[in-house]
C-alpha cells in the first residue's frame, strides 16, 4: 500500500527550528524525485523543497534558501526537512509527495510559528 505518513511539526517561536519526517511506504524513495509542500491558510499549495533521483540534487523555494535543508534517508526509505531560523511566514500544513507524479496526500503536519 503507497502511503506517505509527515510527522514532526509543533509550534515554535520566530527563529526556531524543527525537523520534518516523511515516512514512505509502497515504494522506493531513491527512484524518485521527492518534494516537500506546504499549504498556508487560505492559500494554494505550493512547492517548497525537492531532492532529484539519481543525483540527489536539492533545489528550494526562493523565500526558504539558506534555512530548510531538504534531505532522504534511503535506508528508511525516509524524506526529511530540517527548518531552521523558522519565521512567522513558514506557517502551515507541510507535506511530502512525489515531485512530478504525486500520488494520494498525507495528512501532513503542522508548523506553527509564532511569539
Known amino acids: 500500500q503507497v502511503q506517505l505518513v509527515e510527522s514532526g511539526g509543533g509550534k515554535v517561536q520566530p527563529g526556531g527550528s524543527l525537523r520534518l519526517s516523511c515516512a514512505v511506504s509502497g515504494f522506493t524513495v531513491s527512484r524518485y524525485s521527492m518534494s516537500w509542500y506546504r499549504q498556508a491558510p487560505g492559500k494554494e499549495r505550493e512547492l517548497v523543497a525537492t531532492?532529484?533521483?539519481?543525483?540527489?540534487?536539492?533545489n528550494y523555494l526562493d523565500s526558504v534558501k539558506g534555512r530548510f535543508t531538504i534531505s532522504r534517508d534511503n535506508a528508511k526509505n525516509t524524506v526529511y526537512l530540517q527548518m531552521n531560523t523558522l519565521k512567522p511566514e513558514d506557517t502551515a500544513v507541510y507535506y511530502c509527495?512525489?515531485?512530478?507524479?504525486?500520488?494520494?496526500w498525507g495528512q501532513g503536519t503542522q508548523v506553527t510559528v509564532s511569539s
Open positions: 509527495n512525489r515531485r512530478f507524479v504525486t500520488i494520494s
Open positions: 531532492i532529484t533521483t539519481p543525483s540527489g540534487s536539492t
